[in-house]
T-cell receptor, first 114, second 109 residues
């Protein structure tokens, strides 16, 4: 299947700093990318949907100023967690879809804010 | 908004037994997905079901879709320990992808 590369896989940062997570579709052009957050032993919670060249659509309750999403090209979307706090510690996963085909997931990023 | 309900949430099975995980969704879903997640890992795609009556099988897992009932099932045949994981179904409608709560499957000897 298609490959979606998410980087970094793990990151530890200090409270108050910002962290950028990259999601790349390596062998296809992703018309839509999704960003999810997953707490331990829970399901994936959709944070936002991003389409190339347009502003991301955020889910209710997700602060767009805190979780900045940029989908600058058909192969790259980034999620920046700004002014991170310990409660932002979580597993973040991106997925990419090409047209009406299936969704492919990145490897996930485990963020720990200390 | 598409809502996806999955049950059971926890499933403890003995090796060799059969069982079914159910996935109901609330509105039209363009596609229905099944994923597997191992602890600390991301999601591994198992099946994509595109149309009513679709049935797909891979090894001991078989997935089906009934769009009229808005129901998909994941059937496990003769479970083995390697199948222990969390299984998620997900639907997508107008580029809005939603997940079920997940079924944590434990296969015991």
């Amino acid at each position: 299947g298609a490959v979606v590369s998410q980087h970094p896989s793990r990151v530890i940062c200090k409270s108050g700093t910002s962290v950028k997570i990259e999601c790349r579709s390596l062998d296809f052009q992703a018309t839509t990318m999704f960003w999810y957050r997953q707490f331990p032993k829970q399901s994936l919670m959709l944070m936002a949907t991003s389409n190339e060249g347009s502003k991301a659509t955020y889910e209710q309750g997700v602060e767009k100023d805190k979780f900045l999403i940029n989908h600058a090209s058909l192969t790259l979307s980034t999620l920046t967690v700004t002014s991170a706090h310990p409660e932002d510690s979580s597993f973040y996963i991106c997925s990419a879809v090409q047209g009406s085909s299936e969704a492919f997931f990145g490897q996930g990023t485990r963020l720990t804010v200390v | 908004e598409l809502k996806v309900e999955q049950n059971p949430l926890f499933l403890s099975m003995q090796e060799g037994k059969n069982y079914t995980i159910y996935c109901n969704y609330s509105t039209t879903s363009d596609r229905l997905y099944w994923y597997r997640q191992d602890p600390g890992k991301s999601l591994e795609s198992l099946f994509v079901l595109l149309s009513n009556g679709a049935v797909k099988q891979e090894g001991r897992l078989m997935a089906s879709l009934d769009t009229k009932a808005r129901l998909s099932t994941l059937h496990i045949t003769a479970a083995v320990h390697d199948l222990s994981a969390t299984y998620f179904c997900a639907g997508i409608n107008n580029n809005d992808m939603r997940f079920g709560a997940g079924t944590r499957l434990t296969v015991k000897p």
